[in-house]
């Protein structure tokens, strides 16, 4: 069985029993630790018993400097709700279900500081919507898939979301160990130096090499590494230009395949007529409108896969110009 089938097998049938290990949380969680200072930290997700994230907390709350560790869950049909702030684990019963969107678990969201979890994937969306309705900080694991879903992408677009530094090697399972490498990411929007990064860019554009798309005003970047650094008009370029992604260097401005965006917000896109999406649609039953495409020598749509618009910042190109001009001198 493939990696992705675990995923959408998961997705199904709403099997989210993927249990993070300790060496991925450990490898992810050493980049934040001075944000978890005089912090209540809820892991809304977990069983104290077996939650490795617990494990974590608990091992490491003196270090860290936390103020308190909480975790509600479901144990054999009873609901429970455990807390520590350094000595020992008290542990009560919850009068509802144990479900993070529950009014017990929900009352507790709003005085914990930051939320560390690895959620039901099969219920991510919902999960994310909850924390941004709270404001919370969060560190979460998801699919990576889940950004091509447009609520998480637009959070992304609007900078209350981003990437976090790795990726899980894989999870444990009732059934043993689930290889996953590169399947999910860390999702947060607790602080993060790799924001602050600028990519370096070495491409000089062309017409020939980088093609406009025929419904976009926008010209189609094939990687990321070949992003060019003389073009000040809108780009297309893959998914994982989220991972280098730097919000004071570059603007996001949509995606390929958000209608809703291509309808009301997209002021670079232009349909074909209606007869041309006849065609189009008769010659690719795939073919969309709202997906970004280039035309072949016979003048039939060859589709690209999801692509994220872009813009370089008009500040950057100026603190460029600075630089440079520093330098002369």
Known sequence: M????????????????????????CKELKHYRSQFKDKTVYCNCDNPHISNFWKYF???????ELKGLIATYKNIGLRYRAFFEGSSIETSLLYEDGDFNS???INILKWSDIVVTNPPFSLFVSYVSLLMEYDKKFLILGNKNALNCK?????????????GYGSPEGFDSPSGYVDMKGLCRWFTNLYIFKRRDFLKLT??????EYPKYENFNAIE?????DIPKDYEGVMGVPVTFLDVYNPEQFEILGRSGDTDWVKDECDFFTP?????QGIYKRYDGNWRVQNSYLLNEDGMPRCIYYRVFIRRKNNVKKQQFIKSKESQE
Request: hydrophobic letters at 30%.
């Open 221 to 225: 970047v094939s990687r990321v590494s």
């Open 151 to 163: 609520e998480i992408f637009r959070w992304f677009r609007d900078n209350r979301l981003w990437l």
């Open 272 to 276: 074909p007529s209606e007869e041309k």
């Open 58 to 64: 608990q091992k490491n709350f003196h270090r860290l």
């Open 2 to 25: 493939s990696k992705n089938s675990n995923l959408l097998k998961a997705k199904k049938v709403k099997n989210d029993e993927f249990y993070t290990r300790y060496s991925d949380i």
């Open 103 to 105: 009014g017990e678990c």
């Open 203 to 208: 491409k000089l554009y062309s017409e020939s």
